[in-house]
């Protein structure tokens, strides 16, 4: 379904993401790469045993603090 929706003055037609269809056909594979040793890497080239390394891999994010440099 179409619709359209005003944004500063300009009309803009967007639609709705349960309208998108895609046809399975016309997929391709998607790549990933990643950084191993200093330089990028597509994962499927990775044996098995690294590739097993790779999907128990955990990610975390660290909490940015201020710098220590700029004491007074």
Known sequence: MLRSR????IEETVMKNEDIKFDNEKRT???VWTRVMGYFRPVSAFNKGKQSEYSER?????ERRGCCCNKE
């Open 29 to 31: 594979v998607c790549e």
């Open 58 to 62: 955990k990610y975390f994010k660290t």
């Open 6 to 9: 005003w944004l500063n003055g």
